[in-house]
């Protein structure tokens, strides 16, 4: 339990880095959030889909 809300804080905080960053930069706040979101999951591994959702992982997927 304690895992998947350190998991969801660091992600939320990642969000607004992003967006702050994007800001600063005057770019596109999307870029900046693809970029971070390409950067944390699958270049350094710094969250795993698969292990934070579990068997919800098929219903969020879906209704995105």
Same mark, same amino acid.
Do not use: K, M, N, Y
């Given at each position: 339990m304690? !895992?998947?809300?350190? +998991? $969801?804080?660091?992600i939320i905080g990642l969000a607004i880095l992003s967006q702050l960053i994007?800001?600063? !930069?005057?770019?596109? +706040? $999307?870029?900046?959030?693809i970029i971070a979101g390409i950067l944390a999951?699958?270049?350094?591994?710094?969250?795993d889909p698969h292990a934070l959702l579990g068997e919800l992982m098929e219903p969020v997927v879906s209704l995105s």
């Open positions: 304690d !895992t998947i809300i350190i +998991s $969801i804080v660091a994007a800001w600063f !930069t005057r770019l596109p +706040s $999307i870029l900046i959030l999951g699958p270049v350094f591994g710094l969250f």
